[in-house]
């Protein structure tokens, strides 16, 4: 992230730095020219930004995980274009949430009646400990949601 807040910083540096001349006078187009440059020069910043992001979601292994990363981009990312790249990125979570869901629910049916105990525990302990280490697959993620992208869903 440093590298691509620096080459921003680069940018706006150059950008600022070629503003010699005087912005309203019409005879020089050398403003508008800059000024093309510059947004060429941010959007592909913003394409590396999205594949900075893109590569870091696809690293992360479980939901919370990706959860925490994607609220770190939000805090930091005030753009349309990437803002929306990010609720597509929620709802990817939100997709691979309710396949864990029905994993999670074949696991419960499956084992419910002969759950698998820790060795040397008692039986409804045992059972107890299961019941809340599945109830805990489950409300873990949904904990971290932001409440915007859970009622939007």
Sequence with gaps: MDVIINKFNNIRDQFKAKRKSD???LTHSNFDKEYVSFNISI???DTELQQ???DNFSKSKSIEQSINLLKKFENTIKRDALKHNLTSKYN???TN???Q???IQRVFNDQKSDPPIVRNMPENAGKIIWSKHLYQKIAGPI???PQNVIHSS
């Design 23 to 25: 912005l309203l006078d």
């Design 43 to 45: 959007s592909q910043l």
């Design 52 to 54: 900075f992001i893109d």
């Design 92 to 94: 990817t979570i939100l």
């Design 97 to 99: 949430y309710a396949s």
């Design 101 to 103: 869901l029905e994993v």
């Design 143 to 145: 904990t971290k949601f």
